[in-house]
C-alpha cells in the first residue's frame, strides 16, 4: 500500500501506476503531465483512492488521462477539484462482468475530455457507482461525444454543470426501476 504524493511545484512526466490499496495524492501547483504517450495515471488496483487538486493531462496522444480497468472486488474512490485533460477521453474506467463492490467518483474541478467523452465508464460494473458533479465541477468536452457516460450500476448522479449526459438503456431502466 503505497501513498504517492505529487507535491506543489512538482511535475511527473512518467506514467504513475496506482496499485491495490495505494492512494495518490496531486496537490495544488503539482503535476502529472505526459506528452505524446498515455495514460497519464493508471489505476490497476480494486481498492485505490486518487485525490487530484492539480493537474493530471495528456497531450499529443488520443489515451485517456486517467485510466483504469478492473475484476474482482472493487472500491474505488476518486476526488477531483484540480484539472483533468485529454485530447480524447479524459477519465476511463471499466471492468469485467461480475465486479462488484462501490465506486465513488466527486469532481469540484475542470475535466475536459477532448474530442472523446469527458468520463467514460460505460463498461464500469460495481455493486454501487456514485457519480457527483459538485458546485464548482464543469465536465466537458470540445467534440460531439457525450459528457458522461455512466456505468452499469450508477445509484445516483448528482451534477451541478455539465454539457450533456448520456445514459445507456439498461442504466435508465435499472434508475427508473
Not at 496537490?27 to 502529472?32: F, N, Y
Amino acid at each position: 500500500m503505497a501513498r504517492i504524493k505529487v507535491r506543489d511545484g512538482e511535475t511527473v512526466t512518467t506514467e504513475t501506476i496506482v496499485g491495490a490499496g495505494d492512494s495518490l495524492a496531486v496537490a495544488v501547483g503539482g503535476a502529472i503531465a505526459r506528452s505524446g504517450g498515455s495514460p497519464a495515471v493508471r489505476i490497476t488496483g480494486a481498492n485505490a483512492t486518487v485525490r487530484n487538486d492539480g493537474d493530471i493531462s495528456v497531450t499529443g496522444a488520443n489515451g485517456a488521462a486517467l485510466l483504469g480497468s478492473f475484476s474482482g472486488t472493487l472500491d474505488l474512490t476518486i476526488r477531483n477539484s484540480g484539472d483533468i485533460s485529454a485530447q480524447s477521453v479524459a477519465v476511463s474506467l471499466s471492468s469485467t462482468t461480475g465486479t462488484n463492490g462501490t465506486v465513488r467518483f466527486t469532481n469540484s474541478g475542470a475535466i475536459n475530455g477532448g474530442a472523446g467523452n469527458a468520463v467514460a465508464m460505460r463498461d464500469l460494473r460495481a455493486t454501487s457507482i456514485t457519480i457527483i458533479n459538485a458546485e464548482g465541477g464543469v465536465i466537458t468536452n470540445a467534440g460531439t461525444s457525450d459528457v458522461l457516460r455512466p456505468g452499469h450500476d450508477l445509484s445516483l448522479i448528482h451534477i451541478s454543470q455539465l454539457s450533456l449526459i448520456h445514459i445507456s438503456e439498461p442504466t435508465r431502466h435499472a434508475l427508473l426501476s
